[in-house]
């Protein structure tokens, strides 16, 4: 079958550094997605990691190793407005995109 | 402003009715998207069209019917409401039907409320 594991929930100070990871198993794979979800708001899109590595994008960055069927997110000088779901999903071979379950994070002064 | 664009924002109606809701994208995008998003925040795919074609038709009640006019739009007609079709429906929209690089834009969701 098709899964993504994340926690369900993560907490840190502001300022800090948060590490979300993503464990997958699908049918296929064309590459891992995040995005952020703030409550009552809509899913928007942050990165997209096809190949192995680290994809950095101001404070976030994301990693992929193909290899494990695993990658993080991660946020760095967390801000209070940080504090939202974040869903790692992955794009199958029928061209489905899977979501994980998402990871409440709760940023904290 | 560029979007994606989803009507009503709220929907609250009565067991057993019909009711639609509509999407449309200024993007320019091929792929358009149905998404549902249950009370534990779990978002799950149920329609996918690229072009007008269909080609995402996941398990759903046959009570849900996808309509495309054009790639512009997308809509979504349900019929015979049921209390566990509450939920957040979300439209979204994808330049292309790999979605990877530049992901799904999604609009800001319908809440449908069934009593």
């Known amino acids: 079958g098709q899964s993504l594991e994340q926690p369900s929930e993560v907490t840190a100070v502001e300022g800090a550094i948060v590490q979300i990871n993503c464990t997958y198993q699908?049918?296929?794979?064309?590459?891992l997605s995040w995005y952020q979800q703030h409550d009552g708001g809509a899913p928007t899109f942050l990165s997209y990691?096809?190949?192995?590595g680290l994809e950095e994008t101001g404070r976030f960055s994301s990693f992929l190793s193909r290899s494990d069927s695993y990658g993080y997110l991660l946020l760095q000088e967390l801000q209070m407005k940080d504090s939202a779901s974040y869903f790692c999903?992955?794009?199958?071979?029928?061209?489905?995109?899977?979501f994980g379950s998402g990871t409440r994070l709760l940023v904290r002064p | 402003d560029t979007a994606v664009s989803q009507t009503p924002k709220y929907l609250v109606t009565q067991m057993g009715n019909d009711k639609s809701i509509k999407c449309e994208q200024n993007?320019?995008?091929?792929?358009m998207y149905w998404y549902k998003q249950d009370s534990k925040k779990f978002l799950k795919i149920m329609f996918s069209y690229n072009n007008k074609e269909l080609i995402i038709n996941e398990t759903v009640p046959n009570r849900f019917s996808p309509k495309s006019p054009d790639k512009a739009h997308l809509n979504l007609h349900i019929n015979s409401l049921e209390l566990g079709d509450s939920a957040v429906y979300f439209c979204a929209s994808s330049q292309d039907i790999s979605g990877g690089l530049y992901g799904y834009t999604f609009g800001s969701g319908t809440r449908l409320t069934v009593v």
């Open positions: 993007l320019g995008h091929d792929t």
């Open positions: 699908t049918s296929g794979f064309y590459g």
């Open positions: 990691n096809a190949l192995d």
């Open positions: 999903a992955v794009r199958d071979s029928s061209y489905k995109l899977i």
